[in-house]
């Protein structure tokens, strides 16, 4: 059974700093593509940035060059340190893969930019 659980939100000010941590178990999470969505109240849910098993990354417009996701293949961990955060990133952030056809979400981690 895969299982993701994320944490390291919380309530930062505008132009401060926060890195989510997402552990994953249950697949080979050195082959697996991963990625962090948020959600915003009245919003839909939408993809912030991917990294592909071999380390290849996305990042939604909205986040380049303030956010960056990495992972550790020993600690079977994707993390996302954001930058220059601003209320505008206010919202739930989802950790995300998919694997054997399914696709998995962890239990959503709050991220509150509010002064």
């Known amino acids: 059974q895969v299982r993701l659980v994320e944490s390291g939100g919380g309530l930062v000010q505008p132009g401060g700093s926060l890195r989510l941590s997402c552990k994953a178990s249950g697949l080979a999470f050195s082959l697996a593509n991963m990625a962090w969505y948020r959600q915003a109240p009245g919003r839909q849910r939408e993809l912030v940035a991917s990294?592909?098993?071999?380390?290849?990354?996305n990042y939604a417009d909205s986040v380049k060059g303030r956010f960056t996701i990495s992972r550790d293949n020993v600690w079977r961990t994707v993390y996302l340190q954001m930058n220059s955060l601003s209320p505008e990133d206010t919202a739930v952030y989802y950790c995300n893969t998919h694997n054997r056809g399914r696709e998995f979400w962890g239990q959503g981690t709050q991220v509150t930019v509010s002064s």
């Open positions: 990294i592909t098993g071999g380390h290849s990354t």
